[in-house]
């Protein structure tokens, strides 16, 4: 599962990334979620705050956690391209960085 097979989830988290960064960055909350469960962490949030009328300290503490969550995510993606771009190697067993599209993930 990739952030982009949800292009609204995608945004929303870009935007988090983007608008919250601190000098911690993802060091809390999702930092210890496998991924998987972490995106499932970050959609229930997403879901939440779209669908219930919740007070605006609950949303910005939602908001917070999903930005953290969404940052923890996006560093797993880029070590995993890294991952893959290592494992790749020619016939002669030299490393080939091939960059990774999002159609074959």
């Known amino acids: 599962m990739s952030l982009d097979e949800h292009p609204s989830l995608a945004l929303r988290c870009s935007l988090m990334s ?28 997403v879901s939440s705050m779209e669908s219930e009328d919740l007070p605006l300290e609950t949303l910005l503490s939602r908001y917070e956690e999903g930005s953290k969550i969404a940052q923890h995510c996006q560093k797993k993606l880029n070590q ?17 960085i091939k960059p990774v599209s999002i159609s074959e993930a």
């Open 18 to 45: 983007k608008l919250v960064q601190g000098p911690s960055g993802a060091e809390t909350v999702g930092s210890e979620l496998p991924f998987e469960e972490a995106i499932k962490r970050l959609e229930s949030i």
């Open 80 to 96: 995993a391209e890294v991952r893959i771009q290592e494992l790749e190697k020619n016939s002669s067993g030299q490393a080939i």
